[in-house]
Structure formats: C-alpha cells, structure tokens
C-alpha cells in the first residue's frame, strides 16, 4: 500500500528565505505527484502537477522536482513571504484515475 | 476556472440521523472524490466514481454510501450518523488524468 510522508511537518522562516519542503512515497510506481496549498478551514488549491515521466514543474516562485526512482519530491519556495503560510500538502496518483494518497502536509509559518 | 461547490460549510447532526453532502461541479469532470480530513490522520479518501451512476470505493467506506445521478452532482450520504463520523469533508473533481484535481471548500460536519 502507499504510503507518503512529508517532513518536517511544521517550519517557521523569516520573510525573504528560500525553503524546501520534502515529501517522500513508498511505491515508485506512480502516475503523477501533485503539490496542493491548504489555507485553514478551507479546501486545497493545486499549485504543481509532475508526471511520472517529468523531472521538475516551475510556476512563478515554485518549483517542484521529482526523483521517481527514489521515491522523492521538493517543493521549492523561492523568495518567501507571509501569504505563503499555510499547509503544504503532497499527493501521488497511482492512475490517470487521479485517485490520490496523500502526505501529512507540511505547516508553513513565513514571518514578517 | 474551475468552481466545485459543496452545499454546506458547517452542518450540525445528531447521532443516528440519515446525513446528505452534496457537491456539484462546474467543468463537466468525470472523475469526483469524497475526502475525509482529522488532524493526525490526513486526508483519506472515502468513494470516488468516474461516471454517472458509477461508483467505487475508497480506503475507508464504511459507514458512507455515495450517489451520481448526474455528472455534476456527486453526493456523499452518512445513513446513521456517529460521533466518529466528526470530520471535515472535502469533495473533488477532475478531467482524465494528467490534470489536477479540484477541490471544494470543505463541510465541517459535527455529530453530536
């Protein structure tokens, strides 16, 4: 069964600092890997979508990469600032299904 | 862009009342999922169909039922509310794969 764990699970930094945040899967064999955003009390937002045969995804201070192999991906925050706060979470898609396991999430704090 | 709508925010029941979460989607998408989210365990996926009046389940079905009468509406029915059935709800949709997918904003549902 996959399973995805992010770490850590919660990060604080100040404005302006470049962060990465790590999600890791225990079956390489996925269709696609996508990152989501989490504003509390609400739903997700899709910020990046890597298909199993892609490297890396970039959109404005985003970038997620993909190591299928090992089972890993980033996710590359550029330049933070405090709207970036909020839950960042992975998914992998076993199918174009897009039937989706997700990670924990990672809790991001970006101060002022 | 991409409006997935679900009925309620917040709703409030009593243990062993029939419970009805709706959600409807605007971009002809095939593919719709029902999430359950709590603290600690994540998101967990509970049913998801891929057409109308198709359904399949997901990690944890029990206690739920679904319906697809329509391809818009995907409606997710708790037949005898419990306590353990607390939980946030989030409903989902998606074209074929490789697409994201899109989610509402969640229903807060409380049983009491």
């Known amino acids: 069964k996959q399973e995805v764990t992010q770490i850590p699970a919660a990060l604080s930094v100040p404005e302006g600092e470049n962060l990465v945040l790590n999600c890791s899967f225990t079956?390489?064999?996925?269709?696609?890997l996508q990152w989501f955003r989490q504003d509390p009390g609400k739903g997700l937002t899709s910020l990046l979508l890597?298909?199993?045969?892609?490297r890396e995804q970039t959109s404005g201070r985003l970038n997620a990469s993909l190591d299928k192999s090992s089972g890993r991906s980033t996710l590359y925050i550029a330049a933070s600032q405090p709207g970036d706060s909020a839950t960042y979470l992975c998914?992998?898609?076993?199918?174009?299904?897009?039937?989706?396991?997700f990670g924990g999430g990672t809790r991001l704090m970006v101060k002022p | 862009d991409v409006k997935v709508t679900q009925s309620s925010r917040y709703l409030v029941k009593r243990t062993g009342e029939k419970v009805f979460l709706e959600c409807v989607q605007d971009?002809?998408?095939?593919?719709m999922f029902w999430y359950r989210q709590d603290p600690g365990l994540g998101l967990r996926l509970i049913y998801f169909?891929?057409?109308?009046?198709?359904?399949e389940k997901g990690d944890i079905p029990e206690g739920y039922s679904v319906s697809r009468e329509k391809k818009e509406r995907f409606s997710l029915i708790l037949e005898s509310a419990s306590t353990n059935q607390t939980s946030m709800y989030l409903c989902?949709?998606?074209?074929?794969?490789?697409?994201?997918?899109?989610f509402g904003n969640g229903t807060r549902l409380t049983v009491t």
């Open positions: 989902a949709s998606s074209g074929t794969s490789p697409v994201p997918l899109h």
């Open positions: 079956d390489s064999a996925i269709y696609n």
């Open positions: 890597i298909q199993s045969s892609q």
């Open positions: 998914a992998v898609s076993r199918d174009a299904g897009n039937m989706l396991t």
């Open positions: 971009m002809d998408h095939e593919n």
């Open positions: 169909s891929y057409d109308v009046k198709m359904k």
